[in-house]
């Protein structure tokens, strides 16, 4: 399988593996993927959809505990790694866009069952038909 080859090579090339994601990872995150096999994101939204990958809610920021040498801190960053109270199951979807998303903004992503944003400020839900201001469409930035 193209999957398998392609995480051997980056292991050997140390990046994948330097953020802690070994062998022994890959098979936490099967068994938990087993066991909780349908994104979370979708589920706030009353929907099903497959997960494929594992979240970490807080980043656990493994490498760079490394890096800082400081034993208490990689400690810290190694039982957030690990602690399956910190995972949460996600699509490939919710996991590339709407985590990353969330986190730069800290605004609320995603929609309701309607297909309405959830987010209070999202121009859906601040320009209605007839509300006026719909000129002001400038994306917002951080
Ligand atoms: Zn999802």
Redesign the pocket.
Known sequence: MRAASQREHDDRRGSSHSRGYTYAWQQARAQFLLENPL????AKQG?M?P?SVIDHIQAPRLREARESGDPTRLAAAQQLFWSRSNWQP??????DS?KQRAEKSGRVVGCDSTGLPLDPFHPWNRSRPGGGGAKNSTPSRP
């Open positions: 994104c979370a994101e979708h929907r959809e997960a996600l699509c490939k979807h919710c996991h709407v």
